[in-house]
């Protein structure tokens, strides 16, 4: 863990977050969906946010300047599983900003037929997760050769929780749309929650933003990157924690 960032405690959300508080008509709540707001579940289709979560968000929404959500999700399909009015929803890790990532879809579909195992259709990617599997290791072995395929066809493989992703080869990310949103909406401060590697992009993006005050947060888990957990500036134990975390802005 690097300098400076240390697990969520009460005494440290006054020091870490004060700006924000403080200025919330400059500034920007950026959150993660799966594993952020939502628990992680089995079938991504059965994901929904907590509603004394969406009760949290919604008061959020009516505080800060900007209160957004960055999902892998098509933005569609993230809007209806965290289902709050007057949230800004970035689907497909931001590749929906960036009109060149639709010429991949035929593409996408057409290498995703020929994978014999079950595809999560999100539009801009696809997904074949490995968590329902009876033996996760032949499963993430399999995976692997079907990202060294996906690579040859031109396409951009990522390994996340237990699920391998495959999307266009465009420099959309999350870090882009990180950098697209405050700078759209004007804000001098943010934060950005995730727990995944996709979320590396979006911490990334908060540094290139050129922002007064950052505060990456790392929602940890066994199955996460050690890496975020290292970069972040504050680390809680999963949803719950950080449901009281944003509990106190």
């Known amino acids: 863990m690097r ?130 599997a009876a033996d996760e290791g032949a499963a993430r072995a399999y995976l692997e050769q079907v990202a060294g395929q996906a690579r040859k066809a031109g396409l951009v493989p990522r390994f996340g929780r237990k699920v391998l992703e495959l999307r266009p080869p465009v420099r959309a990310d999350k870090g882009t749309a990180v950098v697209h949103l405050v700078e759209r909406h004007r804000v001098t401060y943010a934060l950005y929650a995730g727990d995944d590697s996709t979320d590396l992009d979006a911490f990334r993006g908060l540094s290139e933003a050129g922002l007064e005050q950052t505060v990456r947060i790392a929602v940890a888990s066994q199955e996460g990157p050690e890496e975020l957990r290292e970069l972040a500036d504050i680390v809680v134990a999963g949803p719950d924690a950080l449901f009281e975390l944003l509990d106190g802005l």
């Open 3 to 132: 300098r400076g960032a240390s697990p969520y405690c009460r005494r440290v959300l006054p020091s870490a977050l004060r700006p924000l508080a403080e200025a919330p008509d400059r500034s920007a709540i950026l959150l993660d969906i799966d594993g952020v707001l939502a628990p992680i579940v089995p079938r991504p289709e059965d994901a929904a946010v907590p509603e004394r979560t969406r009760r949290l968000l919604e008061r959020l929404v009516r505080r800060y300047r900007l209160v957004a959500c960055l999902s892998g999700r098509a933005g569609a399909d993230a809007a209806r599983v965290v289902g709050v009015e007057g949230v800004v929803y970035v689907g497909s890790h931001g590749l929906e900003l960036d009109p060149e990532a639709t010429r991949w879809i035929r593409n996408l579909r057409e290498f995703a037929s020929g994978v014999d195992w079950p595809v999560e259709d999100k539009g801009l990617t696809v997904s074949f997760h490995y968590r329902p």
